[in-house]
């Protein structure tokens, strides 16, 4: 069965990043009061100031050295024994070869395929809930509620992991919600 994963926050602990450059400049800043993963909402910035904090995060030793999420990478192995899985993420192209290296780093044996869609920094590309539908993908494992939504509209299963951003997440039919790694094994059993 294919598989798509989202990879910041379901395989590797992004905002947990950012929130340790923002409390490096002074600005306390805690996880679990993370409501939105709209940063500029969350931690009242402007536009400008959300993408500069994320494009020095991505240039940062926090990323470089950015932790996994518990369970992700024994999940991920156990699923890719008898599945395909896509990384399908929203994360700009200028860090591709990022994480393409992280993905090497992580996972070196697999042949997980990686797909950048246009949902957060392009506005040219293809949706999670599109590329799932082209490639045939019937499960997604997410942690935003408004792409785990897009995608369950379209048929596509999705597992959504609880983050303080997602706790209001509409119900839908297609929507697993779950709390860890160890969940989504024990549903797709």
């Keep these: ?65 950015i932790e996994l999420v518990k369970g992700a990478k024994e999940g991920i192995g156990k699923l890719e024994k008898k599945n395909e899985l896509f990384f399908l993420t929203s994360r700009p192209l200028s860090i591709k070869d990022k994480t393409n290296k992280f993905i090497k780093k992580h996972f070196p044996n697999s042949n997980i395929n990686l797909i950048f869609s246009g949902d957060f920094h392009r506005d040219n590309g293809k949706t999670k809930a599109e590329i799932c539908r082209e490639l045939k993908i019937p499960i997604i494992i997410e942690d935003n509620k408004n792409y785990a939504l897009e995608c369950a509209k379209s048929g596509v299963r999705a597992f959504l992991i609880a983050k303080p951003w997602n706790v209001d997440a509409e119900n839908h039919s297609n929507i697993i919600k779950v709390n860890s790694w160890s969940e989504i094994l024990d549903n797709l059993k």
């Design 1 to 65: 069965m294919k598989i798509a994963i989202d990879i910041d926050e379901v395989v590797v602990e992004f905002v947990r990043g950012c929130i340790k450059i923002l409390n490096k400049r002074g600005i306390p800043v805690e996880y679990e009061k993370t409501y939105s993963y709209d940063f500029k909402e969350s931690f009242s910035m402007t536009k400008k100031e959300e993408m500069d904090l994320i494009n020095e995060f991505f240039e940062s030793e926090y990323f470089e050295n």
